[in-house]
């Protein structure tokens, strides 16, 4: 391709890496003729061909003047996105350039977070009860945590005791996700929280977008690591390696915080979780969590996106990347009794991604979780106790964005153990994952409902039933 302007630099030819000296100019752009102005991600037609690349972005700043343009870079694929604003007249030509296969939209969130509303706060726990967390280590590799939310005790539920009132405690063994890290994709934790202590990796993951948001208004945009006002997040991490309610005591979260939930806020983090497993050689050892899910207005952009973010989250399956998604809370809707959002439909033989629903401690399926083909496995989710967003309290919180982080403390609790029950590394952990955990990793507590519930493999020998009270023990 013959160049514009082959007299410019790359640098010259690439300062839409450079923020605008006021944001006021970049907020008039976005608000200005009546909103004309609405920001895409502008996908080229081949990322790792640097020439081409440096040509289209030329011909956005010096031929159709672009003033603000911010560009994604991965390591292993070139160039992933610019994004910009256009007009209805800058789109087509944009979208009609040589150089780009693909425009969408970036203006407003995708990501639907996969919980209900009904968020109750509590004081944080007694000092009786959160006093060494009630720990007792027996067998000598199996450690019992007296006095257990409920929720983890259904965790260590051996089959045929189906009465959790003998059941107070969640017995596991020691390993307890040593070794092991999971990626939670979503808005911040709440580090100060005691049930987190020691349990957060302190180098956190921003989307590229936070990043570019943060670089327009230094004085008004924080990004504070303290960061999660709403809770949804921290709940996330608690349910999956809190002291007091996680299923994996000793595995360590990466807090992966996207800005908006847009559309280059995905695309970004999952690069970037990519990119930390592998150079960090996680392989294997690693989970992610997606306790959301998207909903493309339309079906060009949901094949657009089967064709942009399917691929990366296939790349953590080669990589031997274990993948958690919730199903979905819209099951009270009408025509939305089944899964249906991304990446949640892309669920099958060849995807192998762990859909969770949500159900309650006796394992009957609860009223807005959505169901079908698509869910591997499920979880409690209703009422379930859980560090809160901001200080040392908690909160309850139902829907299946607790459940999932259930799951995938479970499989760091399994890839820690001294023997894998399913096979890892080339390439197949993500799938011997899932087959576990629809199999042996899971039983029926209703047998009404026929829901295959979370297990981490406890008996009654090793979980023992309060004696006096069971009379089928």
Not at 51 to 63: G, K, M, P, R, V
Not at 278 to 289: D, I, P, Q
Request: aromatic share 8%.
């Amino acid at each position: 391709m013959t160049s514009h302007f082959p007299n410019k630099t790359e640098s010259q030819i690439r300062r839409q890496e450079t923020p605008p000296s006021s944001p006021i100019k970049y907020t008039n752009i976005a608000n200005s003729t009546e909103g004309q102005y609405e920001e895409y991600c502008i996908f080229p037609r081949n990322g790792k061909n640097r020439d081409e690349c440096l040509e289209t972005a030329a011909f956005f700043i010096e031929i159709l003047q672009l003033d603000y343009i911010f560009n994604y870079t991965s390591k292993y694929d070139g160039l992933l996105f610019w994004t910009a604003f256009l007009t209805p007249e800058l789109f087509e030509d944009v979208s009609s350039y040589v150089g780009v296969s693909l425009v969408l939209p970036n203006s407003d969130p995708i990501i639907e977070l996969n919980d209900n509303v009904e968020v109750k706060l509590t004081d944080p726990p007694d000092s009786n009860r959160s006093s060494q967390y009630n720990l007792q280590t027996r067998d000598p590799i199996y450690v019992t945590q007296g006095d257990a939310v409920q929720e983890l005790t259904v965790v260590s539920q051996p089959p045929t005791i189906n009465d959790l009132s003998l059941l107070p405690n969640y017995v596991y063994d020691a390993s307890a996700g040593y070794d092991t890290w999971i990626y939670i994709i979503d808005f911040g934790i709440n580090t100060e929280s005691e049930d987190l202590s020691g349990r957060v990796d302190p180098d956190w993951i921003y989307s590229a977008t936070a990043s570019q948001k943060l670089s327009r208004n230094s004085t008004t945009d924080t990004l504070p690591k303290t960061d999660d006002s709403g809770g949804h997040g921290t709940c996330i991490a608690s349910k999956a390696v809190g002291q007091l309610y996680g299923v994996a005591k000793r595995a360590t979260i990466v807090c992966v915080k996207m800005y908006q939930g847009l559309l280059s806020d995905l695309l970004t983090v999952l690069d970037q979780v990519y990119l930390d497993i592998h150079t960090k050689n996680r392989s294997a050892k690693a989970t992610v969590n997606l306790s959301w899910g998207v909903s493309p207005p339309t079906i060009a952009i949901q094949n657009a996106y089967t064709d942009i973010v399917k691929p990366q989250i296939q790349r953590l399956f080669d990589n031997d990347v274990v993948v958690v998604a919730s199903a979905g809370n819209a099951a009270l809707e009408e025509g939305r009794s089944s899964v249906d959002t991304l990446p949640q439909t892309w669920a099958s033989d060849d995807f192998p991604l762990i859909v969770v629903g949500n159900v309650n401690n006796l394992g009957e399926k609860y009223v807005t979780s959505q169901g079908g083909s698509q869910v591997s496995i499920w979880a409690p989710g209703v009422s379930v106790t859980c560090a809160a967003g901001t200080g040392t309290g908690t909160q309850q919180r139902t829907g299946t964005s607790e459940s999932g982080p259930m799951v995938a403390g479970l499989v760091a609790y399994f890839l820690s153990l001294a023997t894998t029950p399913f096979q890892v590394g080339s390439g197949t952990t993500a799938q011997t994952a899932k087959s576990y955990l629809t199999g042996t990793g899971s039983w029926v507590r209703d047998p009404d409902g026929g829901l295959n519930v979370l297990w981490n493999g406890m008996n009654k020998v090793l979980n023992r039933p309060i004696l006096a009270q069971c009379t089928a023990c």
